[in-house]
């Protein structure tokens, strides 16, 4: 039988919780042409709703063009994603390819070739002879030459992991592109999705960058009581009993993040678990984050003897502290110590700084091996 839960990458059809309420909120942007930026954190669902979304706008025929920049790091790399959405998209884009086929300036940077067995052309991109000047006309061609998806029903163009585009180093320029190409084409529906709130607040809240107040921000929101419902359902066709109590204890102690429940539930059917309680679920949560020492050994290697002092400060009093007799239970000189290491430790994304000004681990489960790590017993 099965496994009837799935973690570690987006998840659809059976193992997709559904979210109605975001669904309807998004569907009502997008036909009224409202560009939305979702913000949520890691590994809570953002791509796998997307992907569900974008899929009942596709069966409602409009053109979707998503693409996928976690591995953005440089302007070839956005080129090749981009051109990548449009070949996936295949109804629809035709026209837009027979633009580009006519377009003198991009004949250096695409390759036509026709496919001996079907006999459609194929395009890729000619890498290898892209010099940085060409790739940036290539991107700007491309895009402008959207113009040409014309569509009855509409087209959106999705981009997962936004902030990537705010931390190229290329001076703003990829932003301010997709902004002015944003301006050109007014009647395309753009949705973008992304994790690290404070760039992407900054991207969107600083009257001075390009995509100032350009989108309705809408934040990913926690699954709700239905979660647990859901789950408990999950488990049955395993065979498994899980009761409401055990399920909440462990939404709780994971932060309530969709991947480390699912992964939680997975292992506990794996393991052959018949009834779920909360010992079943701390063994689970013991082994899943044994499971990550390696790299969690590797990540604590890279930090200060402060950095480690504030972590288990951090653990040890659930918040942070700067009495004097706190700092003086964790050997930790002064509050401006204290100060620094929350600052490294938010450039490292170890920690997240919220906009109330208090602390979350970007990672549940390494607090959960910290945890045991750390704390003096
Ligand atoms: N709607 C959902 N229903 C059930 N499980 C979900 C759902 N969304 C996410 N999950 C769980 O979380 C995992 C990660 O989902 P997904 O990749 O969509 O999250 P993400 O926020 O895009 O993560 P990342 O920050 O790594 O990009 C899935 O494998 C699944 O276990
Ligand atoms: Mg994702």
Redesign the pocket.
């Known amino acids: 039988m099965e496994n009837p839960?799935?973690?570690?990458?987006?998840?659809e059809g059976e193992?997709?919780?559904?979210?109605p309420y975001l669904k309807r909120e998004m569907q009502d942007f997008i036909d009224s042409k409202i560009n939305v930026l979702v913000m949520?954190?890691?590994?809570?669902?953002?791509?796998?709703?997307l992907k569900s979304f974008l899929k009942v706008q596709r069966s409602r025929q409009k053109v979707v063009i998503d693409i996928d920049a976690?591995n953005v790091l440089s302007h070839k790399d956005f080129l090749n994603q981009l051109v990548n959405a449009l070949k996936r998209e295949k109804t629809g884009t035709q026209k837009f390819f027979e633009w580009l086929r006519g377009a003198k300036d991009l004949s250096p940077v695409f390759k036509w070739e026709s496919n001996p067995h079907s006999g459609e052309v194929e395009y890729s991109i000619n890498f290898s002879k892209l010099e940085e000047s060409d790739t940036k006309q290539a991107i700007l061609s491309t895009l402008s030459g959207l113009k040409a998806l014309q569509n009855q029903h509409g087209v959106i163009i999705s981009i997962?992991?936004f902030q990537r585009i705010g931390e190229l180093e290329d001076g703003g320029w990829l932003e301010a592109t997709l902004r002015s190409i944003m301006q050109e084409l007014p009647e395309i529906a753009y949705v973008f999705t992304g994790?690290r709130r404070s760039i992407l607040e900054d991207m969107f809240n600083n009257s001075k960058r390009p995509f100032y107040k350009s989108c309705k921000q809408i934040n990913?929101p926690a699954?709700g009581p239905e979660f647990s419902a859901w789950l408990i359902e999950r488990f049955k066709k395993a065979n498994v009993t899980a009761s409401p109590e055990s399920i909440h204890y462990l939404r709780e102690k994971v932060a309530d993040t969709?991947?480390y429940?699912?992964?939680a539930c997975f292992h506990l059917v794996s393991h052959g678990i018949k009834h779920v309680t909360g010992k079943e679920i701390d063994e689970i949560l013991d082994i899943i984050s044994s499971q990550g020492s390696y790299s969690y050994e590797a990540l604590l290697n890279t930090l200060t003897s402060v950095q480690i002092k504030f972590l288990r400060l951090f653990i040890g009093e659930g918040k942070v502290d700067y009495s004097k007799e706190v700092l003086k239970r964790y050997e930790i000189k002064t509050g401006s110590n204290l100060q620094a290491a929350a600052k490294a430790l938010v450039d490292k994304q170890i920690i997240i700084k919220e906009p109330g000004g208090s602390f979350t681990f970007d990672d549940p489960m390494f607090k959960i091996w910290l945890n045991k790590k750390l704390i003096l017993k």
């Open positions: 839960f799935m973690y570690g990458k987006p998840v193992f997709y919780f559904d979210l949520g954190p890691r590994r809570s669902g953002k791509t796998s709703f976690f997962d992991e994790s990913f699954f969709p991947n429940v699912q992964e």
